[in-house]
Nanobody, 131 residues
Framework: QVQLVESGGGSVQSGGSLRLSCTASGFAPDYMMDYYAIGWFRQAPGKEREGVSCIANSHDLYWYSDSVKGRFTISRDDAKNTVYLQMNNLKPEDTAVYYC????????????????????WGKGTLVTVSS
């Protein structure tokens, strides 16, 4: 059973930075983490969940939402079974619960969505940005 655990959330002032981590475990021997595309999604209070960024298993395909492009950077360290989301120049509108999700398939449509096609999910970590 694949398990994803997010960490690194917290409270920060506008313009600050945070780095989120998504650590995975429980992969089947034939499908270790390096087979999986990983996405970050977020849900702000009263809003629908939205895609933030995704990285393919090949490391060379990325997607970012327009709202975070140029401020957030996704990366992965498969040796540590961890995907990171470096968030710089945070804005109050970035306040949300951030979730990571894993799926064997990477596509922009899967990322640029509420993540309904992503197979495995973490429980989320809260990011609060104050003005």
């Amino acid at each position: 059973q694949v398990q994803l655990v997010e960490s690194g959330g917290g409270s920060v002032q506008s313009g600050g930075s945070l780095r989120l981590s998504c650590t995975a475990s429980g992969f089947a021997p034939d499908y270790m983490m390096d087979y999986y595309a990983i996405g970050w999604f977020r849900q702000a209070p009263g809003k629908e969940r939205e895609g933030v960024s995704c990285i393919a298993n090949s490391h060379d395909l990325y997607w970012y939402s327009d709202s975070v492009k140029g401020r957030f950077t996704i990366s992965r360290d498969d040796a540590k079974n961890t995907v990171y989301l470096q968030m710089n120049n945070l804005k109050p509108e970035d306040t949300a619960v951030y979730y990571c999700a894993a799926d064997l398939f990477f596509s922009v449509s899967r990322c640029n969505s509420q993540g309904q096609d992503m197979e495995h999910w973490g429980k989320g970590t809260l990011v609060t940005v104050s003005s």
